[in-house]
């Protein structure tokens, strides 16, 4: 019993309410070694999708957006391109995905051009995850 006792003491107290929320529109990983990108979309703050993909697929989607992309993401179908507000200086990036169900994000060139940055700093520099 004494074993127990002094276990008890030692282990840290859970919040058991703690969630940690998505804080940014995208969390990309670029994965050197295995030549794969993951990029998940914040939907909401506690929710996001996951899309995988070779690296080569993304690097094409991400460096031609503004002319129409359409190819895939491992398994998925994906659409990306400029699209018309009601004003026609208004405009957004649409991103189509279709596998066993279908989803559309909606994102500004702004936004967009900041994937583009975050993907080519972590191609030509180290990250915490590269081996």
């Keep these: 019993m004494a074993l127990v006792g002094q276990w008890n003491r030692a282990r840290t107290i859970m919040n058991k309410d703690y969630n940690k929320p998505f804080t940014d529109l995208f969390k990309l990983y670029l994965f050197k070694h295995r030549e794969r990108v993951k990029l998940t979309v914040m939907v909401h703050d506690t929710y996001g999708i996951t899309y995988l993909w070779d690296q080569d697929q993304f690097e094409e989607m991400i460096t031609t957006w503004k002319d129409e992309w359409t190819g895939k993401a491992r398994g998925t179908d994906i659409f990306v391109g400029p699209k018309k507000g009601t004003d026609p200086k ?42």
């Design 90 to 131: 208004d405009r957004f990036v649409r991103f189509s995905s279709s596998a066993q169900f279908g989803c559309e994000h909606r994102f500004t060139y702004n936004q967009m051009e900041e994937l583009h940055k975050e993907y080519f700093y972590q191609k030509s520099n180290k990250m915490p995850w590269d081996k």
